[in-house]
């Protein structure tokens, strides 16, 4: 019996130190894509930051994972466009919750299949419903906006496309940082607003997306 057990043990001991062996090699690849970073860095940075857009009583500059302090001008700028972008979608599809509770368009959504818009659930439910020509015409939509108005930013604002503010271009500084603050905050309500929407909709509602998908 003990002849039969050594062989299994040494095969045991080659597998646990082959394991070791890849995880080292793998720990050692992962550690070479790592930056290095400077200790000096980070306090420069948040300081830097302090006098940008969204920096507001109570919280000021608000970055408990210190992401900032961790990249460079351009990563900021790509968050905050990306933070602006998420939040107007957010407004939108916070008053798009909304609205359809009290109001919906008259006529036809898709004739060919007999849909009209006072046939859409609200909610979630509304996802099925929606025929594929109308999620081609969304998606190519938000395509051109990307490609397009939404590229690149127009001023020493970052997310600022140069759109006007309901038709006018603001030319005074201080009112424009202003607007663009309020624009900042609206933004960061509306996505913890809309995803409050979206939570209680499928908690409390029967929501299917999809054939046996049900949430209640």
Sequence with gaps: QEGLARPSSRGNLRLE????????????????LVAPVTRTAPATVVNALD??????????FFDPLGLAAK???EDFERRRITEL???RVAM????GYLVPEVYKWPGYLSKEMDIKFEDVPNGLNALPVVPG?????????????EAGPFAATRSEYAGDFGWPYFGKQLADP?????????ELQNGR????GVLGLMMQDAVNGEVTIFPGTDIA
């Design 17 to 32: 130190t082959m394991m070791k062996v890849v995880l080292a090699l793998c720990l050692g690849a992962a550690s070479a």
């Design 51 to 60: 006098t940008e857009l969204g920096v507001l009583a109570p919280l000021g």
């Design 71 to 73: 990249g460079t001008a």
């Design 85 to 87: 972008k998420h939040g």
């Design 92 to 95: 939108a599809g916070f008053l």
């Design 133 to 145: 020509l109308g999620w081609f015409q969304m998606i190519m939509t938000v395509g051109w906006l």
């Design 174 to 182: 201080a009112e424009k940082a202003r607007k663009l603050n309020m």
């Design 189 to 192: 309500a509306a996505m913890f």
